[in-house]
C-alpha cells in the first residue's frame, strides 16, 4: 500500500479527489494544511503540477516582510510559473511580487463595499493587475464592462450557491473563488447551453 502524505489526507478529507485527466480542479486547503504542520511548500510538491493555484498573499500586517520572497523562491523552485497567480488585498506586495515574477499574472482584491471603492477606481487600475477580484455584492454590469474595456478580467469571491454562481456567469464574469468547484462548473455548462440557444 502506498504511504500517503499529510497533504493526501486533507484532500481526503476535504472530499476533493484529484482528477489528473479530466479535471484541472481549484483547492482551497490552506487553513486545513497549516493545521496539520503542512506549510506552500507541502502543498505545491502534492499538487501544485495537478491544480491551478490562487496564492494569496496574506502579509497584511507585516506588509514589507519577506513574503513575497518566500513564495517566489517556491514558484521557481517546483517551476509553477504557468501553474499559479496571486492574489491581494494588499498592493505592496502585489507590487513586490510582480518585481520577482513579472510573467505571473496577479489580481487585487477588494474590500467589499465602499472599503473596497479604491481598489474599484482608476486609482486601483494603477496596480496594472491582471483581475480585480471583487465581493459577489460589487459584480455589477456596470464593474465588469468598465474593467473589462480596460483590458483586465474580474473574478468573483467566494461563491457557493447555484443561483449566484448562474447570475454572474450570465453578467460575464471572468470566473468566481468557490469551495464547490463541481456546482461551478456545472453552473457554467448550464449558462453556456442556455446561451447557445
Known amino acids: 500500500m ?8 486533507i484532500l481526503v478529507e ?28 507541502d502543498i505545491l510538491k502534492a499538487i501544485g503540477q495537478l491544480a491551478y ?11 514589507l516582510d519577506n513574503l513575497p520572497l518566500k513564495v ?6 517546483h517551476n509553477l510559473h504557468n501553474r499559479v497567480f496571486f492574489s491581494s488585498f494588499n498592493p505592496i506586495a502585489l507590487i513586490r511580487i510582480r518585481k520577482l515574477l513579472p510573467e ?4 487585487l482584491l ?3 463595499g465602499k472599503q473596497g471603492y479604491i481598489a474599484r477606481t482608476w486609482i486601483g487600475m494603477l496596480l496594472s493587475y491582471t483581475s480585480l477580484n ?5 459584480a455589477t454590469q456596470a464593474l465588469i464592462k468598465k474593467i473589462h474595456a480596460r483590458g483586465n478580467r474580474v473574478l468573483v469571491y ?14 460575464n464574469v471572468d470566473g468566481i473563488f468557490t469551495d464547490d468547484p463541481i456546482l461551478a462548473r456545472h453552473s457554467l455548462e448550464k449558462i453556456k447551453k442556455i446561451a447557445e440557444y
Open 2 to 9: 502506498e504511504k500517503r502524505s499529510k497533504i493526501d489526507d
Open 14 to 41: 476535504q472530499g476533493i479527489q484529484v482528477m489528473k485527466r479530466r479535471h484541472k480542479p481549484v483547492f482551497t486547503i490552506q487553513e486545513a494544511a497549516s493545521a496539520r504542520g503542512c506549510g506552500l511548500d
Open 53 to 63: 493555484m490562487n496564492i494569496e498573499l496574506t502579509n497584511y500586517a507585516t506588509p
Open 72 to 77: 517566489s523562491e517556491l514558484i521557481k523552485n
Open 104 to 107: 505571473i499574472p496577479i489580481g
Open 110 to 112: 477588494a474590500l467589499p
Open 134 to 138: 471583487v465581493e459577489k455584492s460589487d
Open 158 to 171: 467566494t461563491v457557493n450557491d447555484k443561483s449566484t454562481m448562474q447570475s454572474l456567469f450570465s453578467l
